[in-house]
């Protein structure tokens, strides 16, 4: 299957549902709620037309409904409406209240699992010995970030060494931070053109590289 806006979806879902309306939508959410395998997750029309309903504005749920874009808050948002959705479930006063808010939660429950099982494009900062185990390693979705945290991880070696540090370093390392700069913008044109880049520093080797991981493997790392 296709990209879709900035993910690939799962490779095993359910078929693509016979119309895009509630009917349809729920029997997949019921069939991925009663199973709980990951072939059976419901598939992207499904997830996006679920989005919808919660969409305002440009939130998370917003874009991906209608691009396809996968946002750096999203799970957080659709954590957040679970709770919020349970709150009021326990809250309703009328059994009809209840049951509305109660048949909500298996939908987005439903839409969290496949934005946990799409992959997507991230940026890996590592900093370590050539040939040994990195010293540090952060995961981000987001391209600026990476070559922030770049600049970030480059200025605190500099500065924690003993032996003193050049000066051309430490202003490289401000560069990269300062998204107005040459610098800042040359290393997302490497990211771009490249997939990554790298800065040597004393027996250190710096470097961000494009992986391809899953939406939850990232969150897992922290991200």
Known sequence: MRDIGNHTPPLATQEYPQDNTNKYVMAQVHCWAEEEHDNLII???????????????????????????????????????????????????????????????????????????????????????????HQHRAVFLSAEDAVTEFGERIEARATADDAGTDAEVLEYAEELQDDTSDEHHFALGALANYGGTRYPFGDLMFHITRVRMTYGEIKEQGQ
């Open 43 to 133: 598939h992207t029309e499904s997830a996006r037309e679920i989005a919808a309903w919660w969409a305002e504005g440009t939130n998370g749920f917003a874009q991906f409904a209608s691009t396809g874009t996968i946002t750096d808050g999203l799970i957080e948002e659709i954590e957040e409406q679970i709770r919020e959705t349970e709150q009021m479930s326990e809250r309703a006063t009328f059994a009809t209240q209840r049951a509305e808010w109660t048949e909500s939660l298996p939908a987005l429950r439903a839409l969290l699992a496949y934005i946990r099982a799409c992959e997507i494009d991230a940026w890996e900062v590592t900093e370590g010995v050539p040939g040994q185990a």
